[in-house]
């Protein structure tokens, strides 16, 4: 069963509030998002367009002939498949 918010919280309380929080990789949370479905998303790469089949964002993906991954969607999309952040109105992240 995936951590709530407050699962999180009362985790985090535990630790002192100047501790830097990373993935397992050592890898800091850049983008945090609240996806559909009131899911929170926590992401160590900054998003570079939004999906054309379900508007939420799309991350950098190294996947060969793949330019983003829709983690909303579960699939890896190619460039036509996406509309870059550079060309959207509002280009700011939340």
Same mark, same amino acid.
């Given at each position: 069963?995936?951590?709530?918010?407050? *699962?999180?919280?009362?985790?985090?309380?535990?630790?002192?509030? *100047?501790?830097?929080?990373?993935?397992? !990789?050592?890898?800091?949370?850049?983008?945090?998002?609240?996806? !559909?479905?009131?899911?929170?998303?926590? =992401? *160590?790469? !900054?998003?570079?367009?939004?999906?054309? =089949?379900?508007?939420?964002?799309?991350?950098?993906? +190294?996947?060969? +002939?793949?330019?983003?991954?829709?983690? *909303?969607? +579960?699939?890896?999309?190619? =460039?036509?498949?996406?509309?870059?952040? =550079?060309?959207?109105?509002?280009?700011?992240?939340?």
């Amino acid at each position: 069963m995936p951590n709530t918010v407050k *699962t999180l919280i009362e985790l985090l309380q535990n630790y002192p509030s *100047t501790m830097e929080v990373t993935n397992e !990789q050592n890898l800091s949370f850049i983008h945090i998002v609240n996806r !559909q479905g009131n899911n929170v998303t926590l =992401s *160590t790469k !900054q998003p570079i367009g939004h999906c054309h =089949s379900c508007s939420d964002y799309v991350y950098k993906e +190294d996947v060969l +002939d793949y330019v983003g991954v829709c983690p *909303t969607c +579960d699939e890896n999309l190619y =460039s036509f498949e996406i509309t870059p952040l =550079s060309a959207d109105k509002n280009t700011e992240c939340n």
